[in-house]
């Protein structure tokens, strides 16, 4: 714990001493929401993928912010001090998850209500569903962040690792063909694929389920984010190579 909470600490100072991050977490998928509802007012479009782009957006922003922000620490030496005295690396990883799980539980919240009370979407499901499965996804989008940043050795690898990490389970998470209806190796890929249960409980939700009728999809990305933080402390490195 001596260890744990004064790196979250500080990691979330830095995280609100940078305006470029909070414009990215929160400006930029306000405006790309608010194109969805312009365009599409009044068709519908907004209710059906308007859950699921709040739960593509922390995912996606944090892998990308965490990866990044690990490894920039890594590079300049705060980690490496970090972990100079007797300190577990389970307590270094679960601070910078806990720091960016609490950014992105803010992102979520913050996104849900301007989606709701601003653009005007319309929930079928249980609304604090929509709200706990995406910042789940932000948790799972930060522990997969922390996991890529041991593989990555400069911010630009670390950039690339997104569109590596999270475009096949995109393509596969059953956005732009229901699962079912995919050949018989691609389905059952996208069963190995975190998003895939995200996306599954956040279209349920929006089609009229409750959070409850989700336990089994939130329960399967809960078990993923516990995997990916495993996989992050196992392979944390004091420096970059």
Do not use: K, N
């Not at 929160?26 to 194109?35: A, M």
């Not at 990044?68 to 990883?93: D, F, I, K, N």
């Amino acid at each position: 714990m001596r260890v744990l909470l004064p790196t979250a600490a500080r990691v979330l100072r830095q995280v609100g001493h940078d305006h470029r991050t909070i414009v990215v977490l929160v400006g930029l998928p306000c405006v790309v929401l608010t194109l969805v509802a312009w365009m599409f007012s009044g068709t519908g479009v907004l209710e059906r993928f308007g859950p699921l782009l709040l739960g593509l957006f922390p995912i996606t922003v944090l892998f990308l912010v965490t990866s990044v922000a690990t490894l920039r620490e890594r590079q300049s030496g705060t980690l490496e001090r970090l972990m100079a005295g007797p300190v577990h690396r389970g307590e270094v990883v679960g601070g910078y998850a806990i720091a960016f799980a609490l950014v992105g539980a803010a992102q979520a919240l913050v996104l849900t209500a301007f989606t709701v009370l601003v653009l005007g979407m319309e929930v079928a499901g249980d609304l604090g569903g929509v709200v706990v499965v995406a910042v789940l996804d932000a948790v799972l989008g930060t522990a997969m962040g922390l996991a890529a940043s041991a593989v990555a050795r400069t911010e630009f690898q670390a950039v690339q690792m997104m569109p590596l990490v999270l475009f096949p389970q995109l393509v596969l998470a059953g956005l732009f063909l229901p699962r079912d209806q995919m050949p018989a190796a691609l389905e059952a890929l996208s069963r190995a694929m975190p998003l895939t249960y995200g996306m599954q409980a956040l279209q349920e939700l929006s089609a009229g389920a409750s959070l409850a009728d989700v336990r089994g999809a939130v329960g399967a990305v809960v078990a993923f984010i516990v995997g990916a933080l495993v996989l992050g402390t196992l392979t944390l490195r004091r420096r970059t190579p």
